[in-house]
């Protein structure tokens, strides 16, 4: 069974048995899901009488326009977009879109959250990567050869609070770097494969990772907080933590001494086999 972007741009589900297509019909509503598991069997039902080998399921990311890959409550100024990509055809005549960051609300390209990043192929076949920095949008253009895989990095990383590192990376190496001074936080941010507005470049997409996360990532301990659910937990695992205690919760520095610990006057490592880097804290 198989679900392709065929060469109109429709989603066709095909049914195949001994390579004999039975079967074929238009989705014309696709859905990206997420958290998918496969199962052999359900564990609703009893296990069927067969035997299974050659087991195969792949999915990628697929350029349709105006198809929403991911969304994001809170958009961070840390933030990071990484792909591979191909360019399939040798002329490109107008502009046509890879895959856009952008908020939901947005009014304008040229405004803040309007592309972040924004990454399109220009008239001129080259690959443009455009973000809004410092009040204004920066565009990097990117030679972009027909028929060749391409890892590309675009990323915003904290130096302070204030002020992030904002770096293009081509396989594997730096291409182009600026600091971004007026960093935001935003909410409702969309993640296009590719903008409805702008026509749908010819190219192939693998590898696609968007994640953004808040500047500190520090954890508060609180009754029944879920920091993490596993699907799996398999019986090799490691567990590692870095920890600070305020010297004002007795209860802590007491229960340290009482281990054979050494509270010193500013910081005091404590090393153990199942947590390093625990500090006191006048």
Same mark, same amino acid.
């Given at each position: 069974m198989t679900q392709v972007l065929d060469e109109l741009g429709r989603f066709q589900f095909t049914t195949f048995i001994d390579g004999v297509n039975l079967h074929t019909i238009?989705?014309?509503?696709?859905?990206?899901? %997420?958290?998918?598991?496969?199962?052999?069997?359900h564990p609703y039902f009893s296990p069927a009488p067969v035997e299974i080998k050659n087991l195969e399921i792949t999915t990628?990311?697929? #350029? $349709?326009?105006g198809l929403v890959w991911k969304t994001f409550e809170k958009y961070y100024p840390w933030w990071r977009v990484s792909f591979g990509v191909r360019r399939n055809n040798a002329a490109v005549s107008k502009f046509e879109n890879i895959l856009l960051v952008r908020k939901r609300t947005k009014a304008s390209w040229d405004e803040p959250g309007g592309r972040?990043? =924004?990454?399109? #192929?220009? @008239?001129?076949? #080259?690959?443009?990567?455009?973000?809004?920095?410092? =009040?204004e949008v920066t565009i990097v253009k990117v030679d972009? @050869?027909?028929?060749?895989?391409i890892n590309i990095a675009v990323?915003?990383?904290?130096?302070n609070y204030a002020i992030y590192n904002f770096?293009?990376?081509?396989?594997?190496?730096?291409?182009?770097?600026?600091?971004?001074?007026? @960093?935001e936080i935003f909410d409702n941010v969309d993640v296009y494969t590719t903008d409805s507005e702008f026509p749908v470049a010819n190219v192939n997409l693998r590898n696609l990772n968007v994640l953004s996360k808040p500047f500190s990532?520090?954890?508060?301990?609180?009754?029944? %907080?879920?920091?993490?659910? $596993?699907?799996?937990?398999? @019986?090799?695992w490691r567990q590692s933590l870095n920890c600070k205690f305020k010297k004002s919760l007795n209860r802590n520095v007491d229960r340290a001494k009482n281990q054979n610990f050494t509270h010193k006057s500013k910081y005091e490592s404590l090393n153990r086999n199942f947590c390093q880097n625990f500090y006191f804290e006048n």
């Amino acid at each position: 069974m198989t679900q392709v972007l065929d060469e109109l741009g429709r989603f066709q589900f095909t049914t195949f048995i001994d390579g004999v297509n039975l079967h074929t019909i238009e989705n014309d509503n696709p859905i990206i899901f %997420h958290d998918v598991t496969v199962y052999t069997s359900h564990p609703y039902f009893s296990p069927a009488p067969v035997e299974i080998k050659n087991l195969e399921i792949t999915t990628e990311p697929v #350029l $349709y326009r105006g198809l929403v890959w991911k969304t994001f409550e809170k958009y961070y100024p840390w933030w990071r977009v990484s792909f591979g990509v191909r360019r399939n055809n040798a002329a490109v005549s107008k502009f046509e879109n890879i895959l856009l960051v952008r908020k939901r609300t947005k009014a304008s390209w040229d405004e803040p959250g309007g592309r972040m990043p =924004g990454i399109f #192929l220009q @008239p001129n076949s #080259l690959l443009s990567i455009s973000v809004f920095l410092n =009040g204004e949008v920066t565009i990097v253009k990117v030679d972009l @050869p027909v028929g060749v895989w391409i890892n590309i990095a675009v990323s915003q990383t904290p130096v302070n609070y204030a002020i992030y590192n904002f770096t293009i990376k081509i396989n594997g190496v730096i291409f182009y770097e600026d600091v971004n001074e007026n @960093p935001e936080i935003f909410d409702n941010v969309d993640v296009y494969t590719t903008d409805s507005e702008f026509p749908v470049a010819n190219v192939n997409l693998r590898n696609l990772n968007v994640l953004s996360k808040p500047f500190s990532t520090n954890i508060v301990p609180n009754n029944g %907080h879920v920091w993490k659910i $596993y699907d799996i937990y398999y @019986p090799t695992w490691r567990q590692s933590l870095n920890c600070k205690f305020k010297k004002s919760l007795n209860r802590n520095v007491d229960r340290a001494k009482n281990q054979n610990f050494t509270h010193k006057s500013k910081y005091e490592s404590l090393n153990r086999n199942f947590c390093q880097n625990f500090y006191f804290e006048n």
